[in-house]
């Protein structure tokens, strides 16, 4: 593709972004077909939302993939959307309260708190939804697994409350964020796309030094999920170090020392 094509086309991406179109291709379009026959698409969808859907892939095919994907020896299968999915999205959207019991560590049904809900999250190691909220009486951040909720209802809030519960949410967020400085080894420049994805669950932004054709990735996470970073750059292995967060570091060198004295035990 010479110079002016691609001028060309970033033009025409540039205009279809700013009118809200999006463009789908033929594989995308028999990818959804294959998926909307799962039997989480009815849970994920409304019964009007999927029957427009299959009605715009109508002369699509499937996804054929017999004979190319094989399953073997996988876990225990969880699901990825949650029926209680929706209800809660609309609670939030809705900017009110709410009244919630659950299920604590020993299966007890807890007694009825009243809260703020502000987000669902998903977990990709536990493979479970989260719904967090904001617990009025203790003025705490609380996570609770989609699975052990028993019990949600909707509570009228004031305007007025709710912007001044959410002021408190973003403190605390403020105040449990950190930011931890990775830099890419210049060696493995060109392996950039690939350390990028591996941090695709972080914030990030990327800072390149020019005269030192360095590229350094600054991640802003929840303290809660440091040591799920730690499983991320121990995987990337030598193309990344630590340089800014000390606790991190020396959680790092003990992982290290701890791996060499097991293959220095199995030599002797």
Request: proline share 3%; net charge positive.
């Amino acid at each position: 593709m010479n110079p002016f094509e691609k001028i060309f086309n970033y033009q025409i991406l540039s205009s279809l972004d700013q009118s809200g179109t999006y463009m789908v291709t033929s594989h995308e379009r028999s990818w959804l077909k294959s998926m909307l026959l799962r039997p989480a698409a009815k849970e994920a969808f409304t019964a009007e939302t999927l029957k427009k859907l299959n009605a715009l892939l109508d002369e699509d095919p499937c996804m054929d993939i017999d004979g190319i994907l094989i399953e073997k020896a996988y876990s225990r299968e969880k699901q990825v959307y949650h029926p209680l999915i929706r209800s809660l999205r609309q609670l939030i959207m809705h900017k009110n309260g709410i009244t919630i019991r659950y299920k604590t560590k020993h299966d007890v049904i807890d007694y009825a708190k009243h809260g703020i809900p502000y987000k669902l999250e998903y977990s990709m190691v536990k493979r479970e939804w989260y719904l967090l909220w904001y617990y009025t009486r203790n003025q705490t951040m609380v996570s609770t697994k989609l699975d052990t909720i028993a019990m949600i209802t909707e509570q009228e809030c004031p305007q007025e409350k709710y912007d001044r519960y959410m002021a408190d949410i973003q403190r605390l967020q403020l105040h449990h964020k950190t930011t931890v400085s990775v830099q890419v080894i210049r060696q493995f420049n060109d392996e950039l796309s690939r350390i990028l994805y591996a941090f695709s669950c972080f914030e990030k932004e990327v800072i390149y030094e020019a005269e030192d054709n360095r590229y350094t990735i600054v991640l802003s996470l929840s303290r809660q999920e440091l040591e799920y970073l730690l499983s991320k750059i121990r995987f990337l292995g030598k193309r990344v170090q630590i340089v800014d967060h000390p606790h991190l570091q020396q959680r790092m060198s003990e992982t290290a020392t701890k791996a060499l004295l097991r293959y220095k035990e199995a030599d002797l």
